[in-house]
Antibody, heavy 120, light 107 residues
Framework: EVQVLESGGGLVQPGGSLRLSCAAS????????MSWVRQAAGKGLEWVSG????????YYADSVRGRYTISRDKSKNTLNLQMNSLRVDDTAVFYC?????????????WGQGALVIVSS | DIQMTQSPSSLSASVGDRVTITCRAS??????LNWYQQKPGKAPKVLIY???SLQPGVPSRFSGSGSGTDFTLTISSLQPDDFATYSC?????????FGGGTKVEIK
């Protein structure tokens, strides 16, 4: 059974940093692109960042480029998101999402979400 | 970025009703369009991919149509489990972008 499980959410002050992780199981981790998608309270979904199955190619939304870094550890089947220079408008539930294919942005499995609150 | 506009933003319907939700892209996305269902406090679930293909395990009362810039999600006979928020997503270009969502509520 495919599972993805986020961890690392919490409360952080503006300008601070936070690292999210996503533990994946039940599929060949390196065979699929992975992404982070966030959702602010009462708002729509926003794709934040994605990474190829090999980890060699990364993608970012303009709103986070230069502040967030996505990475994956194939030895641990883990996806990470390092978030720096956090702003109040980064407050959201962050979902780890598995792509349906090697290079697809169709997300067929999602985690339960990790809440990130940026507030002083 | 490609902008995705959904309408309506919310609707009220009764069990058994036929429900139609529309999604418009700011440029042609051919058929690179997905539909997701999301219930409160839960992660989204993909229902339709490539505009009209039903994800395995999704009930056949859900269907999708359209191409180019205009797309439709139809629920042929609304069931109690279908009250949720539905979002379209284009995957034609990076970044993938979502519509603002349509909340389907009980009348």
């Amino acid at each position: 059974e495919v599972q993805v499980l986020e961890s690392g959410g919490g409360l952080v002050q503006p300008g601070g940093s936070l690292r999210l992780s996503c533990a994946a199981s039940g599929f060949t981790f390196s065979g699929y692109a992975m992404s982070w998608v966030r959702q602010a309270a009462g708002k729509g979904l926003e794709w934040v960042s994605g990474i190829s199955g090999s980890g060699k190619v990364t993608y970012y939304a303009d709103s986070v480029r230069g502040r967030y870094t996505i990475s994956r550890d194939k030895s641990k089947n883990t996806l990470n998101l390092q978030m720096n220079s956090l702003r109040v408008d980064d407050t959201a539930v962050f979902y780890c999402a598995k792509s349906a294919g090697r290079s697809s942005w169709t997300f067929d499995h999602w985690g339960q979400g990790a809440l990130v609150i940026v507030s002083s | 970025d490609i902008q995705m506009t959904q309408s309506p933003s919310s609707l009220s319907a009764s069990v058994g009703d036929r429900v139609t939700i529309t999604c418009r892209a700011s440029q042609s996305i051919i058929n690179f369009l997905n539909w997701y269902q999301q219930k409160p406090g839960k992660a989204p679930k993909v229902l339709i991919y490539a505009a009209s293909s039903l994800q395995p395990g999704v009930p056949s009362r859900f269907s999708g149509s359209g191409s180019g810039t205009d797309f439709t999600l139809t629920i042929s006979s609304l069931q109690p489990d279908d009250f949720a928020t539905y979002s379209c997503q284009q995957i034609y270009m990076t970044p993938p972008t979502f519509g603002g969502g349509t909340k389907v509520e009980i009348k």
